[in-house]
């Protein structure tokens, strides 16, 4: 049973349920929706005639009677997804005060494949329903006193921390601060941190440490940095490159797209070195050589223009640099990508051809897969030139370029005169000649594996943490010495760890549930090809405990701060309110009915806007853009499309570390605050039968050719080792894998939240790719049993 | 050989299973049943073949409520019950004496036990928690104020349908018409022929039932 919870109900009456009574207020609904939400309609029976009763659009605002409504005492709440942070829509069943179901929202942006259809849940986000209740949530705030973590109450703590950040900035400099928030759900700690405390350090996490390089490609090429995602459902071919779509997404649109796109006889591409889900359903599955997707890609292109299959009018017209790409493609042959790639010659010239004729309806999906290994932002670079030769960009079907809602910025909206306290300031990694050695500096102001270094030179003396771990993201032994060196460390976490066992301040937040949130993280890529749209929930009930959410942590620090009159607002719902200046619509109608849909925007956005790059085209070569021509330069590489073999920069399996070691990721967790959860490594462990063990930490999935010799069978215990470092976690021998290639979940072990397993970045010393700065978490390793049979 | 028209029964489309599980964390949090108690809902994902000819099918399965009932008809207590208004099979966990007979009878592996060694299963979501469809009025459609079953409801995919036969019947396609039809799964269940080819896929879409289910099981 969930532990019942006092807090009162934020009912979002019968009225927010479906979407058949905004017929009036919202202008997405349809015949056909109305029969979708009729379900749910049906399911509340007489309760949506009294809320008819009570006005059609307008919350009643009132608590319901249970003695007068018909359903007894069943609620509905909304929530947008936060455990992967892609805001599927959720709806929650409510009795007496605790949620006890939850679902997805039919037609949401995220969470369905669009009009006229259902919403539904994934595992994480169904597991948020455990999350609200989970009794091993840090529940009240901790300071350090003489050295221990002791609980204490919200004023104490606020006073600690605003009188350890005047005596930081006394002592070290504000400068010193960094700002590492990851998934807050406001951008306030931007404000906060940058403009108010006076901090340039800030690190993120597309950028710094999820798929560094093909986000640098995607920005200085003009595609973007969200450059994932095709228009799946016009798509005619899809290449899943590197890219798991059915079980690693960007919200569940991405797999039910690419179903409707299989429906209507599209191909799909899969370039994985393992077989997975995608695979399963994919046309062709090419199990690439690890890190040689750069070859393969530009023997594609080599193809293409053979055969002269590219897009002559948008290379012309649209394109800058097509005489670096023609040269870097001349001789990369199909034949000369198949000894590097593996992948038969006459299968690449298919892949190739069958691309370049579906397009501009073809399109290229590529994330981490491509995103985190040293040589990738070159590799990615290859990519998406195809993408400017066969002319997809912003075409149906094609790569898509989304559109945000036109959000506010909320100090504006109450014409508050912001300081910016860190004006004149540059981030360390550019100020100090110890860093020169870093070519990414060029192109951003931090690296996530430098950091400790930074730490050990003084140039970065504290830290701020919002729900992010940076001990799961690379070089996790050295970070685990900079939290120790480091003078001040500032968390909000749900979870303990050996992040928050390590700070000096942990605030308890309020999960997503708990809170009122206005989904301002990149609310673009979704089910609606051609809308603009907007997604927000208001709080099911009160945070568990005495946690609170972040957003009124910091205004409560702010105003403790002397920074008062900066910030005018008490709680998250009216900076959203602010956020939504610019919109039709209050936060309180968004919320009541989860998401709506704004105005349209067409394709060939670039005829009207350019790319917004420095040649305003899109980019096969990178030699007008100053920061990478820089690196370039001291990298000795070209700024054009290039091959790159793998241990340019990244580590080569060798006799004493012969495997590869890459990590991945399963649909049941995302990053390291899922892994607690019963429900999902129950699952987990299921789907790989070994749910009677006892274990429940991350497995290492190898060849049966590579188990053998080292005698290791499946639920043995078995030891990771590299030059950096080693860790213990149970084998999974499996044929989906590529002999000589093994890889194990992310977000598990020392340093993660749910610490039963093997942290992978245990293995990891500082590789990086020095163009981009991601760190590299392709490794070369040794496994050899340990444990025997857990 | 098949069940009546208004009787209701599972649909499932290998092609649409991403294998994500989300039916059986649905199930568990719609049933207030513990994660690591046994599945009413499971996935099992059945492959062959060495790298790179390797190959895999997820399979959910449950109760598939099926128009013969073996459990029913080996049950000594009479404890479980094929409902003539809907066809779902209930259990009455007062009388079910967890004898285990419908385990060995149920070509789905449906039936689970708990920690006082007594049955349950999927009810179709006609009520709530172990033993929970027993006694309820006749099932309504969703469409009649009844609840979309839970696996059905959050299925990533839109893979798994349930419903009364002469409704699901409408939305399979033909060749899965044509299978059921001919007794494929001995009526028990509609399955999508699988689109993939290799040796597991043959024995799927042969609708093999021995095969389906060991190699779910």
Not at chain 1, 127 to 145: F, G, Q, S, V
Not at chain 1, 200 to 210: F, K, N, Q, T
Not at chain 1, 321 to 335: M, R
Not at chain 1, 473 to 491: F, N, R
Request: proline share 6%; glycine share 10%; charged share 25%.
């Amino acid at each position: 049973m969930h532990p019942s919870c006092n807090g009162e109900v934020n009912s979002i009456t019968e009225c927010g349920r479906g979407q058949r009574e905004y017929r009036g207020c919202q202008p997405m609904s349809s015949d056909s929706s109305l029969e979708l939400s009729r379900r749910r309609l049906l399911q509340t029976g007489a309760a949506v005639t009294a809320a008819a009763a009570i006005g059609g659009c307008l919350s009643s605002g009132e608590e319901p009677d249970p003695a007068t409504t018909p359903t007894g005492d069943e609620e509905y709440a909304y929530g947008n997804c936060w455990m992967c942070h892609h805001a599927c829509g959720q709806e929650l069943t409510v009795r007496e005060g605790t949620a006890v179901d939850i679902t997805g929202v039919d037609e949401h942006p995220r969470g369905s494949a669009g009009p006229d259809t259902p919403g539904t849940l994934c595992p994480k986000g169904q597991a948020e329903l455990e999350k609200l209740y989970d009794p091993d949530r840090i529940t009240e705030p901790h300071i350090r006193k003489d050295g221990e973590l002791e609980a204490v109450d919200w004023d104490e703590a606020i006073e600690y921390t605003a009188q350890r950040l005047h005596e930081f900035d006394d002592e070290h400099g504000a400068e010193k601060m960094l700002d590492a928030t990851s998934w807050s759900t406001t951008n306030f700690h931007g404000f906060f941190w940058g403009n108010l405390y006076g901090t340039p350090e800030r690190i993120g996490r597309g950028r710094h440490v999820c798929f560094g390089g093909p986000h640098l490609s995607g920005d200085l090429m003009g595609l973007g940095s969200n450059m994932r995602f095709v228009d799946y459902q016009h798509s005619e071919y899809i290449i899943a490159w590197g890219r798991n779509i059915f079980e690693s997404f960007a919200g569940q649109w991405e797999p039910k797209g690419v179903l409707e796109a299989l429906d209507n006889g599209a191909t799909l591409v899969v370039v994985d070195p393992q077989h997975t889900p995608t695979a399963q359903k994919a046309d062709y599955w090419l199990p690439i050589e690890p890190r040689t997707d750069g070859a393969l890609a530009l023997a594609m292109g080599h193809v293409i223009l053979e055969e002269g299959l590219y897009d002559q009018t948008f290379v012309e017209e649209e394109t800058y640099g097509f005489e670096a790409y023609e040269e870097a493609v001349a001789d990369k042959t199909p034949e000369w990508a198949e000894d590097i790639t593996g992948i038969d010659a006459d299968v690449i010239r298919e892949v190739a051809i069958g691309f370049a004729e579906a397009a501009p309806a073809a399109g290229i999906a590529l994330w981490t897969g491509v995103g985190q290994y040293g040589e990738a932002q070159k590799a990615s670079q290859n990519v998406f030139a195809l993408n400017g030769l066969v002319g997809n960009i912003d075409r149906p079907g094609g790569f898509r370029m989304w559109q945000a809602p036109p959000l506010a910025n909320p100090f504006q909206v109450r014409d508050i005169d912001l300081p910016n306290n860190a004006e004149g300031a540059t981030p360390a990694l550019r100020t100090y000649d110890e860093y020169e050695t870093y070519p990414f500096r060029h192109t951003t102001g931090i690296g996530h594996t430098v950091v400790p270094e930074m730490v050990d030179n003084g140039h970065l003396m504290g830290m701020f943490c919002h729900y992010d771990n940076p001990l799961t993201d690379g070089s996790t032994q050295a970070w685990l010495e900079a939290l120790e060196t480091m003078d001040l460390v500032i968390t909000i976490d749900a979870y303990w760890n050996e992040l928050t066992r390590n700070a000096d301040v942990v605030f308890p937040e309020a999960i997503q549930l708990e809170k009122d949130t206005l989904i301002n993280y990149a609310p673009t890529w979704s089910a609606y090809h051609d809308r603009r749209w907007i997604s927000g929930s208001k709080a099911v009930h009160e945070p568990l405990g005495e946690a609170r959410p972040g957003f009124e942590i910091l205004v409560d620090l702010a105003e403790e701060m002397g920074w008062g009159e900066f910030v005018p607002w008490e709680t998250e719902a009216e900076y959203n309110e602010d956020m939504l200046a610019n919109i039709d619509y209050t936060f309180e109608e968004v919320a009541e009915q989860n998401f709506v849909l704004l105005e349209e925007f067409g394709y060939e956005q670039w005829k009207e806007n350019g790319f917004p790059t420095a040649t305003g085209k899109f980019q096969f070569d990178l030699d007008q853009e100053e920061g990478y021509v820089q690196s370039a330069m001291e990298l000795g590489i070209e700024t054009g499309p290039q091959w790159l073999p793998p241990g340019t920069w990244g580590e080569e399996p060798d006799d004493e570390y012969p495997l590869h070691f890459y990590d991945t990721r399963s649909v049941f967790f995302s990053f390291g605050a899922d892994q607690p959860l019963a429900q999902l490594h129950e699952q987990y462990a299921r789907k790989h039968n070994l749910e009677n063990e006892e274990y429940r930490g991350n497995y290492l999935v190898l060849n049966p050719r590579d188990a053998e010799p080292r005698g290791i069978e499946t639920g043995d215990m078995i030891t990771v080792e590299s030059p950096a470092g080693s860790g213990e976690l149970m084998a999974y021998v499996s044929e989906r894998t590529r002999p000589g290639f093994t890889t194990a979940e992310f977000g598990f072990g020392t340093g993660n939240s749910h610490e039963e397993g093997m942290n992978t970045m245990l293995v990891h010393d500082d590789q990086h790719d020095p163009v981009s700065s991601q760190p590299d978490r392709h490794l070369a390793v040794e496994v050899s049993a340990t444990g025997g049979d857990n | 050989m098949s069940a009546d028209d208004d009787h209701w029964m599972f649909y499932f489309d290998p092609n649409r299973c991403i294998g994500c599980h989300a039916c059986s964390v649905s199930c568990k949090q719609r049933h207030n049943r513990d994660a690591d108690a046994d599945d009413w809902r499971t996935v099992s994902h059945v492959s062959s073949g060495e790298y790179p000819d390797f190959r895999e099918v997820p399979i959910s399965m449950s109760c598939m409520h099926c128009h013969d009932a073996p459990c029913e008809q080996v049950c000594p207590p009479d404890a479980i019950i094929k409902r003539e208004e809907d066809g779902i099979v209930t259990v009455d966990r007062d009388r079910c004496i967890g004898c285990h007979y419908c385990a060995w009878a149920c070509p789905f592996g449906a039936p689970t036990y708990d920690e006082e060694g007594l049955m349950s299963k999927c009810n179709l979501c006609l009520g709530e928690g172990p033993g929970g469809g027993h006694g309820q009025p006749e099932r309504q459609t969703p469409e009649e104020g009844g609840a979309v079953p839970a696996c059905v409801d959050d299925c990533v995919g839109g893979a798994i349908k349930a419903g009364p036969k002469s409704e699901i019947m409408q939305e399979v396609s033909e060749e899965a018409a044509e299978r059921f039809e001919q007794g494929a799964y001995e009526g028990r269940v509609i399955v999508e022929p699988l689109k993939e080819d290799g040796e597991m896929a043959d024995s799927i879409r042969n609708g093999d039932e021995l095969n389906i289910v060991d190699m779910a099981r």
